[in-house]
T-cell receptor, first 116, second 112 residues
Framework: DAGITQSPRHKVTETGTPVTLRCHQTENHRYMYWYRQDPGHGLRLIHYSYGVKDTDKGEVSDGYSVSRSKTEDFLLTLESATSSQTSVYFC???????????????FGEGSRLTVL | GQQLNQSPQSMFIQEGEDVSMNCTSSSIFNTWLWYKQDPGEGPVLLIALYKAGELTSNGRLTAQFGITRKDSFLNISASIPSDVGIYFCAGSVTSNTGKLIFGQGTTLQVKP
C-alpha cells in the first residue's frame, strides 16, 4: 500500500461540465503523476508534478490541467469534459527522492469517469 | 512519439504452463519495468531492470533487459490461477523524471 487515495472512484458527468479528480498521498513523496488507461493504449501520461507548484505535461495533456498546492494533493481538472475523456484515470507516486527517478511507480486504485 | 510494442496481446494457457511475453521499441530505454494489473485495481510493479543484459527474478517471474536496450521480456514459470491479469511493460528514457511509456498490455488467462 503506497498510501494513495483517489476520489471520486466513479463519476458520470455530461459533456461540457467541469470535473476535478483528486489524488491524495500520505507519504510526502515529491513526484506524482496522472495517467489515463484506455483499451488498446495501455497507460498514457497526462501530467506530472515534481514538487509543490511544479508540474509538466505528459503525452496526452490537451484538455487537462493540474494543480499541486500541497505536497500531499495532486488535482486533475477537465475544464469542459468531452466524451473522448471517458476513461479510467490513475494517480501514481514515485518513492524516489533523489536525483535519480527511475520510474518505479506506485498506483492508486483508479477513478472511472464517464462523460455522456 | 515513442512507442512500445507488446506481444502477445492475449494468452490463454493451462495451469502449470510457462508463459513468455515481450516488448520491443524503436527507441533506446534506460530502464525497463514490468507491471501487473488485476481487475478494478491499479498496476503493481513486478520487476525493474536498469542495465542492458540484466536478468532479474522475482519468485516465478524472470525478466531481462535486452542488450540493445530496445527490448525486454518477461517469463512466468509454472503458472497458477492467480497469475491471471494484464501485464504491462514500461520504459523510461530520462533518468530524473520517472516518466514512463507503457506497452498496450498482455492479458493472461489461466485455465485450472
Amino acid at each position: 500500500d503506497a498510501g494513495i487515495t483517489q476520489s471520486p472512484r466513479h463519476k458520470v458527468t455530461e459533456t461540457g461540465t467541469p470535473v476535478t479528480l483528486r489524488c491524495h498521498q500520505t507519504e510526502n513523496h515529491r513526484y506524482m503523476y496522472w495517467y489515463r488507461q484506455d483499451p488498446g493504449h495501455g497507460l498514457r501520461l497526462i501530467h506530472y508534478s515534481y514538487g509543490v507548484k511544479d508540474t509538466d505535461k505528459g503525452e496526452v495533456s490537451d484538455g487537462y490541467s493540474v494543480s499541486r498546492s500541497k505536497t500531499e494533493d495532486f488535482l486533475l481538472t477537465l475544464e469542459s469534459a468531452t466524451s473522448s475523456q471517458t476513461s479510467v484515470y490513475f494517480c501514481a507516486i514515485s518513492r524516489s527522492s533523489g536525483r535519480e527517478n527511475t520510474g518505479e511507480l506506485f498506483f492508486g486504485e483508479g477513478s472511472r469517469l464517464t462523460v455522456l | 512519439g515513442q512507442q512500445l510494442n507488446q506481444s502477445p496481446q492475449s494468452m490463454f494457457i493451462q495451469e502449470g504452463e510457462d508463459v513468455s511475453m515481450n516488448c520491443t521499441s524503436s527507441s533506446i530505454f534506460n530502464t525497463w519495468l514490468w507491471y501487473k494489473q488485476d481487475p478494478g485495481e491499479g498496476p503493481v510493479l513486478l520487476i525493474a531492470l536498469y542495465k542492458a543484459g540484466e536478468l532479474t527474478s522475482n519468485g516465478r517471474l524472470t525478466a531481462q533487459f535486452g542488450i540493445t536496450r530496445k527490448d525486454s521480456f518477461l517469463n512466468i514459470s509454472a503458472s497458477i490461477p492467480s497469475d491471471v491479469g494484464i501485464y504491462f511493460c514500461a520504459g523510461s528514457v530520462t533518468s530524473n523524471t520517472g516518466k514512463l511509456i507503457f506497452g498496450q498490455g498482455t492479458t493472461l488467462q489461466v485455465k485450472p
